[in-house]
């Protein structure tokens, strides 16, 4: 009988001193490592290559993201949990970060026949499988996934992935500070007018007294700013033209702004009476923010630490031409097979975490927000420690989510609004807001048009 406990935690924690030089492979409870391809003189002739043979059961190379240790003991979890199901299969996985490790696997001709990703796969689309087929041969209705995952993974009709895990944004709130200041606590239906003006009256409270704000309402400058804007107006189309809305953005590039221009309500980024590195975690978790833009991740942290209770609600609307909008910022992950692997148990692995028994247990976990829609109740607060109570806030924001840059020139959109508006955020510029995201929206007709050209 096969040792379906060869994934331990022990194995792959043991397996990190490999670094990047090469494969290790779990298998009958060893852990071995995976020669390195030698390398060849470039003026030597080239032997004819070989046609790659269909193995049954060889093993699955897989290059898996383990950058920190706690990935690496969620990777462990999860091939466990895989073994269970699929003992008939060995993972040969590399340890690394995909985006980086993996141009150079390309390049040496020796690619895995499995990748993870995060958001944009679209950088590699032309050496992925297109993976509706794969998953409706596996019996898994896509229908069933939150619609704009598939959008921000498809490109040109391809879809380039599995998406198992997504991480979307909310605004985490003190509820003992705004009980204390008289406040009602905010809802999922209110307005970054009334989140604002709460945030107002709640510095205010925080530092009655006080020479100068050491405390705030709110923090909308340690939160990748310079993508906000997008979220709510949009970024992309799905012919890759850009759909932002010029006049959206731009109204929250103000309100970003004038949270500590001229509201006072928030630290401006430079301010040195608060830490606001890390997305301003610890700046919540001290009470020094009484709310906080975080994403999924912020959950367990503040959960472990927060000595006050919380809660979270969906992003707010954004008011504006008699109509209202919101979005929220979608991160995504997802497993894809490589054009080149001819091993069929590569889709077994990348279907699996699709599949609710995967989705479930993630979602229980808390690691990342299932995307097959049935399976998102797990996501819920554990019955044990129940705030934020409105944990489930991440999950229908998925619902209406921002595809980010779903085009193969992803580095370009994000180096365009890096140039762009990142500086004005921080106050390096010396623009008006309206200049700023003129030069971000040429920026980035810009870079579709390059693309264009290269790829005519």
Known sequence: MKDIHRFSRRSLLG????????LVLAACGQVQMAEAPMEQDAEAPQEEAEQPQVV?????????????????????????????????????????YPPRELPPLLAAGSPPDVCWWGVAPHQVADIVRDHRPILAAHG????????????GNTWQGKLLGV????????????????????????????????VLSDAEDLTAHLNQGSEKNTAWGISTSSYIPQYLPFVYAGMLDEDGELAADREIALR??????????????????????????????????????????????????????????FDSIEPPY????????????????????????TNPDAEVLVVWYAKSTHQEWMGR???????????????????????????????????YATPFWPHPAYRSFTGALNTHLR?????????????????????LEQAIEDWKKENA
């Open 15 to 22: 397996a990190t001193a490999v670094g990047s030089a090469g």
């Open 56 to 96: 049954e059961h060889a093993p699955v190379i897989a290059l898996l993201i383990s950058q920190r240790d706690d990935n690496i003991a969620r990777t462990a979890a999860t091939l466990e949990l895989f073994d269970t199901e699929h003992p008939e299969v060995d993972i040969a996985w590399k340890l690394g």
């Open 140 to 151: 898994v209705d896509i229908s069933e996934f939150v619609e704009p995952v598939i959008t």
């Open 163 to 194: 998406p198992y895990g997504l991480n979307t944004t909310s605004i985490f709130y003190n509820k003992d500070q705004f009980a204390a200041a008289g406040l009602n606590p905010p809802t999922d239906d209110t307005t970054w007018e009334q």
């Open 252 to 309: 929250m590039v103000h309100m970003i702004k004038d949270a500590w221009t001229r509201r006072g309500a928030a630290p401006g980024p430079n301010n040195e009476d608060i830490d606001l590195s890390g997305f301003a975690v610890e700046a919540f978790n001290n009470q020094q923010l009484s709310q906080v833009i975080f994403g999924t991740w912020g959950i367990v942290p503040a959960r472990e630490r927060a000595q006050f209770e």
């Open 318 to 341: 954004l008011e504006i031409g008699g109509g209202r909008t919101r979005g929220a910022f979608m991160g995504q992950e997802e497993h894809f097979v490589l054009d080149t692997s």
């Open 365 to 399: 976990r808390g690691h990342a927000i299932p995307v097959h829609i049935p399976s998102q109740h797990s996501f819920g607060p554990p019955e044990d420690d129940p705030h934020p109570a409105n944990q489930l806030s991440f999950a229908r924001s998925a619902a």
């Open 423 to 443: 500086p004005h955020f921080r106050e390096e510029d010396n623009l008006t807001s309206e200049e700023a995201v003129e030069n971000a929206f040429a920026a």
